[in-house]
């Protein structure tokens, strides 16, 4: 008998998930509101998020004990950011599992980074909910990895916010953004820069608005940087 994408994926992700869990996890709101408002993924997203945000922050308190509250927080918000999510769910090629309402097919719905990352937290949930134990071994053994990256970049773990610290430390006023975008609404792209008081930095282009700022603002705190060294 065949192996299906859906088992695949549980054999990748080393757990074991109930079917019916798995596959309402699997199912968007816009797939359920196209065949008689059916149950969706998103109370199963909510109960995701609940335990993605313990297990990472546990791990964070456990393993980097020297590190202040505020380096903490900021790497938990780049770890369970949406756009970490969304890498997550690309690595493992769940686009393809999504179930989705023909509006969602028609704009490119399998890679839209919300719709992956929403998933991820889902099926984050419906595996603890097969079993609690294995849903916190899930997270640890995906997201905990990433934790420990986070720990690595530095400055680069928020190029916004460090670069407003550094801005600041060097009396140099706060950052302003500016954006523009171009290109079709399926795959707009959008160009950002920094102006700090009168001096604007090199532009930089991103797949989303967020992107876009967090690029310019490492260009922005790379140029700040080395005209104080």
């Given at each position: 008998m065949p192996v299906t994408k859906a088992e695949q994926l549980i054999e990748q992700l080393g757990v074991h998930i109930d079917p019916e869990l798995l596959d309402l996890a699997l199912t968007h709101r816009s797939y359920a509101y196209e065949n008689g408002q059916i149950p969706n993924n998103e109370r199963l997203e909510f109960l995701g998020d609940a335990v993605l945000g313990v297990v990472v922050t546990e791990y964070l308190y456990t393993q980097f004990p020297d590190f202040p509250e505020g380096r903490l927080a900021k790497m938990r918000a780049a770890v369970v950011s949406s756009v970490s999510l969304a890498e997550v769910a690309r690595e493992y090629e769940l686009g393809g599992l999504i179930k989705l309402g023909k509006g969602e097919l028609?704009?490119?719905?399998?890679?839209?980074?919300?719709?992956?990352?929403?998933t991820v937290e889902a099926i984050i949930g419906a595996t603890f909910l097969t079993d609690a134990e294995a849903g916190r071994r899930l997270v640890a053994t995906v997201f905990c990895p990433l934790v420990d990256e986070a720990?690595?970049?530095?400055?680069?773990?928020?190029?916004?916010?460090?670069?407003q610290e550094a801005s600041s430390a060097q009396g140099l006023g706060v950052p302003t953004y500016q954006v523009t975008s171009d290109g079709p609404a399926h795959a707009r792209t959008f160009t950002a820069w920094v102006t700090l008081g009168d001096v604007a930095y090199p532009s930089a282009v991103g797949t989303s608005r967020k992107h876009a700022e967090q690029q310019a603002a490492q260009l922005a705190f790379e140029a700040i940087s080395e005209d104080h060294a």
């Open positions: 028609s704009t490119h719905g399998p890679d839209k980074s919300s719709i992956l990352a929403d720990a690595r970049l530095g400055p680069g773990l928020d190029w916004k916010t460090s670069l």
